[in-house]
């Protein structure tokens, strides 16, 4: 045993962000890296436990390459703020302006996006035969761009983007509809009304995480008319998830998205297929 491990093939990424310490990402990666037989090593660079601000990843992304890391997953705030560091930006990368995902190879950082279609594919599997004319989203960010890239692929007709930096949301929603056609996304004018008229609301900001407690919306606004995503998965279970849940409606949390997202990462850093049911079993067993 010990031989075999010492000749398997080693891979060494990492995840940076802000108050971070509790993802489950890592043990997802190095259990499917073991289940394939790889030395699969993931590290967790989080700008909190290091008293670093984001200022510090010009210096974290160069360091990564120097030691010989694989990749890096990217999380709040960084999406878009490594953008101007990287050499290359995939397709999807360079239309949503965020990235998740950054592979290091041939001398060359490269940035992907996993991050929609781990959005698309959660949703197909869990609110896809609802209905879609209107939603509202939370949040016009790096992850919020990704959202809202998958939720107009998924046939949503119109999406309106609520931010606390209106002029971001406009900006999202001018991208969106110039990609997409016509009018179909949109900053609301005016949330009560916006989230009356809704079939389902989103949230993609990082409210509902056990750093950042709370709604992204006043509860009162919620009715039973709705059905109700967040991103989130720390807790699996967000103040908004439990106040709609408790008014009859259907909820998507945001553990099939880190599944996903976490397969198409795994994909890109190893060019090894994953096994996204033994990924979703291993996520959900912790």
């Given at each position: 045993m010990?031989?075999?491990y010492?000749s398997?093939?080693?891979?060494?990424?990492?995840?940076v962000?802000?108050?971070i310490q509790a993802s489950?990402?890592?043990?997802m990666h190095?259990?499917?890296g073991?289940?394939?037989?790889?030395r699969y090593?993931?590290k967790?660079i989080?700008?909190?436990?290091?008293?670093?601000?984001?200022e510090?990843?010009?210096e974290l992304?160069?360091?990564?390459?120097?030691?010989?890391f694989a990749?890096l997953?990217?999380?709040y705030?960084?999406?878009?703020?490594?953008i101007?560091?990287?050499?290359e930006?995939?397709?999807d990368?360079?239309?949503?302006g965020a990235?998740?995902?950054v592979?290091?190879?041939d001398?060359?950082s490269?940035?992907?996006?996993?991050d929609?279609?781990?959005f698309?594919?959660?949703?197909?599997r869990?609110?896809?035969d609802?209905s879609?004319?209107?939603?509202v989203?939370?949040?016009?960010?790096?992850?919020g761009?990704?959202?809202?890239?998958?939720?107009l692929?998924?046939?949503?007709?119109t999406?309106?983007?609520?931010d606390?930096?209106?002029?971001?949301?406009?900006q999202?929603?001018?991208?969106?509809?110039k990609?997409?056609?016509?009018?179909?996304a949109?900053?609301?004018?005016d949330?009560?009304?916006?989230?009356?008229r809704?079939n389902?609301i989103?949230?993609?900001?990082p409210v509902?995480m056990?750093?950042y407690?709370?709604?992204?919306?006043?509860?009162?606004l919620?009715?039973p008319g709705?059905?109700?995503?967040d991103?989130?998965?720390?807790?699996l279970?967000?103040?908004l998830?439990?106040?709609a849940?408790a008014?009859?409606?259907?909820?998507m949390?945001?553990?099939?998205?880190?599944?996903f997202?976490a397969?198409g990462a795994?994909?890109?850093?190893?060019?090894?297929e994953p096994?996204?049911e033994?990924?979703?079993?291993h996520?959900q067993?912790m």
């Amino acid at each position: 045993m010990a031989a075999q491990y010492a000749s398997a093939q080693s891979v060494l990424v990492g995840l940076v962000g802000s108050g971070i310490q509790a993802s489950r990402t890592p043990a997802m990666h190095e259990r499917e890296g073991a289940e394939q037989g790889l030395r699969y090593i993931y590290k967790l660079i989080d700008f909190d436990m290091l008293r670093l601000g984001p200022e510090a990843l010009p210096e974290l992304v160069a360091a990564a390459r120097r030691l010989g890391f694989a990749g890096l997953n990217v999380t709040y705030p960084c999406k878009q703020a490594i953008i101007p560091l990287l050499d290359e930006l995939t397709p999807d990368a360079q239309a949503l302006g965020a990235v998740n995902t950054v592979v290091f190879r041939d001398g060359r950082s490269i940035g992907h996006n996993t991050d929609w279609w781990g959005f698309a594919e959660s949703f197909k599997r869990e609110l896809m035969d609802l209905s879609r004319d209107r939603v509202v989203q939370f949040g016009a960010g790096g992850a919020g761009a990704a959202v809202a890239h998958a939720l107009l692929t998924l046939g949503v007709g119109t999406l309106e983007i609520v931010d606390t930096d209106r002029s971001r949301a406009e900006q999202l929603a001018s991208e969106l509809s110039k990609r997409f056609g016509g009018e179909r996304a949109e900053a609301a004018d005016d949330l009560e009304p916006a989230v009356a008229r809704a079939n389902g609301i989103v949230n993609t900001t990082p409210v509902g995480m056990a750093k950042y407690p709370g709604m992204a919306l006043p509860a009162p606004l919620l009715h039973p008319g709705l059905w109700v995503a967040d991103i989130v998965y720390f807790p699996l279970e967000t103040e908004l998830l439990r106040a709609a849940r408790a008014l009859g409606c259907r909820t998507m949390g945001g553990g099939g998205m880190a599944v996903f997202q976490a397969v198409g990462a795994f994909r890109l850093f190893t060019g090894i297929e994953p096994d996204p049911e033994r990924m979703r079993q291993h996520f959900q067993s912790m």
